[in-house]
């Protein structure tokens, strides 16, 4: 080894390369159907102001508290503007290359501290470090907008680490730094409150051999405050996501059956870190919950004998490999479902777990790195030779893994359809599909998707509201009222749902619910868009007189009428509703405007025409 392999500048420069190479063809990815549209709907970011940012660090009871990743989607609205999309891109590859090289002087620091062969311990952790920039099932959290939060996430764990690692082992000083980036991380996500947890596996690893005399006090004196604070906040974490909707049934219908869906969903994140080819933005997973079956009882051995290997390399004094055991499965905890959650595998929660499994090759490359030949017919430096090669191709078929997943999140279209093709029972990429054929105009295929959205997760409201919405735009009405009345008990403020709960009333004909849905949604503040407002208010106008209430119904008509004149056809249908109601002059005020918005031609011929009896007939009035 030389003193420029060993150099950290060099590393840092190839990982820097590396990473914009990977990702330059995220730059021209446009912004998905995913989560990213709330990114462009929240006033809070589109401009820097002292109220947005109060805005944005301000806790919500209904929503986890992430100040960090809001604040850094403001900083892309106010530098990009109307090039907001690529510059997020931009940031996502940035922070995502910060994360990249603090995990480097991580790895070097730890492995340091535990490995005698420093040669040895330069190649493993540079090793480990590149296979891990270029990994493929890091991809969705750097080209979808909306993870932003991972990468945010594993600067703040990764320099944690670093800092609490030199407080142990150079001055206590840096636990300040330590304490103050998990406290940045829990504020980039709060499923960062487990990193205490790593700290305290690193701790009892470092003890083990370094054997050091009075190490239980100090710990108590370090750990005691830090769970007198994360503690709560897990509590606070869960009980939000449960009032929100976020934590679903148990799988199996009990806690001890829902044990065995986590055991499974453990090990299946093994496969998708170490064996994966085809990556996607969700995975359908048949979970076994059943005791009397065979199959779980396979998991929870497979998970048994991976803790019983930690175990026994701790005490074999094989510190780093028991400590990478457990970084998988503390990072993996809470999104392993032992509160059920939405998605059952996603790539973007492997992206700290999946360090251990570029810390494991890094090691046997690094071993056969340093293995020499002291006799026969191979050169002594054979097993160096093979080590590189393995180490390019390895390095080469991830990354262009990586540069293929990339091209997948171009937009929402080609996505959601790979997604589908990989795993045609995902719920979230049958739903997205389904909401673009809607929009699209392809109910029917919108209607099939929205379906084995359903079969997939029963619970899916989204799914529940698009298949709603694909039966109204088809003239199913009373399937579509009764499919938005149960996405709505299941997620009572998806306003959406209720929106098109009322538009299915009014295209039935049943004005009295229409009203009612209507006036809910108004009395709440709740009207879309500027011309659904006008649309609504029309709508209430109409039910309003349909049901015996004339005098609201002129007051909600008057507040239809400035925004009709934005839309010859919707002034037309106006004026034709007044004429119904038997105010001819206000049906004559209104077809007198719309004359005035028709080109010469027969339809401004006709409107005359009909202009012309309406004022015959307030002239007989008036007489």
Known sequence: MTERTRSPLAVAVLLGIMVVALFYNTLDNKATNWDDPALFSRSAYTAFTLEHVRELLVIKSAATYQPLRDLSYLLDFTLWKDRVVFGMHIQNMVLYLIMVLLCYAFLRRLLGAFHDNEDECYIWAATASVL??????????????????????????????????????????????????????????????????????????????????????????????????????????????????????????????????VSQILVSYIKLIGFTVNYAADYSLELYTDPRMWQPWVFVALNLALVAGALWAFVKRHYVFAFFVCWYYVFLLPVSHLFPIAQVLADRYALLPSLSWCVLLAYLLARLWHARVKAGVLTPFFFTALAVGLFCFITLFYAYMTFRQNDVWQDSLRLWTHTVAITPNSSPGNVNLASIYIKQGRFEEAQKHSITAIKALPYDYLAISNLALSQAMRGQYDNAINNYTTALRLKPDLHQARMGLAYAYWEKGDFRHAYEVYEQLLSKGITGSESHRDMMYYRLGVAAWKTGRPGQARDYLLKAEPGMYRDKFKLSELAGFYTTMGDYRKAYELYSALSGMLDEGDARDKLNLLLGALRKKLERDAR
Do not use: C
């Open 132 to 261: 891990y920039a270029v990994h493929p099932v890091h991809v969705e959290s750097v080209a979808w907008l909306f993870a932003r939060k991972e990468p945010l996430l594993g600067i703040f764990t990764f320099l944690s680490l670093w800092a609490f690692l030199k407080a142990r082992l150079v001055s206590w000083k840096y636990y300040i730094l330590s304490v103050a980036a998990l406290i940045l991380a829990v504020l980039s996500k709060p499923t960062a409150l487990v990193l205490p947890a790593v700290m305290f596996v690193l701790d009892i690893a470092l003890h083990a051999r370094l054997q050091e005399p009075g190490f239980w006090k100090r710990r108590l004196l370090l750990y005691a405050p830090m769970l007198a604070l994360v503690i709560p906040m897990m509590v606070r974490l869960v009980g939000m996501m449960t009032e929100v909707g976020g934590v679903k049934p148990y799988h199996g219908g009990s806690f001890w059956t829902n044990l065995l869906a």
